[in-house]
């Protein structure tokens, strides 16, 4: 049996609280445990007024003192990348506490990083959430008209 260290504890911990607050405001998730070596991957999906939908995923990173929320908003048609990246200069000027960038595959991709402890990660993480789905919905007006009809983005992660 391998002994958890002190951060590993605290990631356990961020992990079960943050899904304990989830499950009480009857939200549906999805967990994978220890995503890429780095974070356990809980995702979510929602509905906003203009992006439907909005898949998000949270990971709360193995150092136990850092979450991020992040969501895939739209792929963008090839040769419309450097256009769309005007248009993503712009919304990380506009939404402060919100990163923009374009993935390799040509996916928008926002990204919300939450410093916080395994006592105060539920709450916080939580609030990072409801921006995000708020800013996703916004600023998918902003990049729809470079977007791949012919590719969706289907899952946050």
Known sequence: VKKQTHKERDMVQSTKKFLELLRRKKLKVTLTENYAGKADAITLGFNGKHLQPINIAIFMYTNGFEASVQCGIEKIQEGKTVEC???LNELNRRYKWARFSLDPTRVVICEIDVPAT???????TFQMLASMIRTADEAYVSVQPFEDASNTVTDGI
């Open 85 to 87: 990246l005007k248009v």
């Open 118 to 124: 395994s006592e105060t990660v539920p709450e916080i």
